[in-house]
């Protein structure tokens, strides 16, 4: 089962930030925070991933709380284009060892409307 | 990041039959992912494929009814025996990138 849980569906309008929130309360201390998106008819695409602290990439950012049970995932200016499932995921990171698999939940159905 | 082709993109077939799905893969990578995404699911993982070894399978999933090839470190084939409709699904590649998965654009697979 997925060690996440998410809200089924959100609405964003067009242009405003979209903060999809993720709970993962019995994440481990080797577990990181991956968030992936599905575009209908396509396969799932890398968004940004982090362990406890906040990270940005060009797409999104990642918020973490301090004590790991949560994170939120921001799209700054939301398009149309952003209109996708979001799937916040917990994946055991072993540097130099075995790594964990990526388990999808039921993620979030995000619409941004004009 | 690696690029993933996935053949065919799509097809229907005939209830009893088998479908080899092909995923290559434009660098050497490890390990390979199967997954499958049955309609209006989320993606649920079928096995792991190493190179030059058994292809390891999830709960639920056994290598009679998708036997999996890793050949080389550019390539797999996941086969769907004995297809039933219950096997129509998006069947996806994906493959360990370092920084997380990359996945192919899917097989969409109806059986009547």
């Known amino acids: 089962d997925a060690k996440t849980t998410q809200p089924p569906s959100m609405d964003c309008a067009e242009g405003r930030a979209a903060n999809l929130p993720c709970n993962h309360s019995?994440?481990?201390?080797?577990?990181?925070v991956y968030w992936y998106r599905q575009i209908h008819s396509q396969g799932p695409q890398y968004i940004i991933h982090?362990?406890?602290n906040n990270e940005t990439n060009e797409m999104a950012s990642l918020i973490i709380t301090e004590d790991r049970k949560s994170s939120t995932l921001i799209l700054p200016h939301a398009t149309l284009r952003d209109t996708a499932v979001y799937y916040c995921?917990?994946?055991?990171?072993?540097?130099?060892?075995?790594?964990?698999?990526?388990?999808f939940g039921k993620g979030t159905k995000l619409s941004v409307k004009p | 990041s690696a690029v993933i082709s996935q053949k065919p993109s799509r097809d229907i077939c005939q209830r009893g039959t088998s479908l080899t799905i092909q995923c290559q893969v434009d660098?050497?990578?490890?390990?390979m992912f199967w997954y499958r995404q049955q309609p209006g699911q989320s993606l649920t993982l079928i096995a792991t494929?190493?190179?030059?070894?058994?292809?390891?399978?999830e709960s639920g999933f056994v290598i009679d009814k998708f036997p999996i090839s890793r050949p080389n470190l550019t390539f797999s084939t996941l086969t769907v025996s004995n297809m039933s409709p219950e096997d129509s699904s998006i069947y996806l590649c994906?493959?360990?990138?370092?920084?997380?998965?990359?996945f192919g654009s899917g097989t969409r697979l109806t059986v009547v």
């Open positions: 494929a190493n190179q030059g070894s058994e292809a390891t399978y």
């Open positions: 995921i917990v994946r055991v990171v072993n540097y130099g060892g075995s790594q964990g698999n990526l388990i």
């Open positions: 019995t994440i481990s201390g080797n577990e990181y």
């Open positions: 982090g362990l406890k």
């Open positions: 660098s050497q990578v490890t390990m």
């Open positions: 994906s493959v360990d990138v370092g920084y997380g998965y990359t």
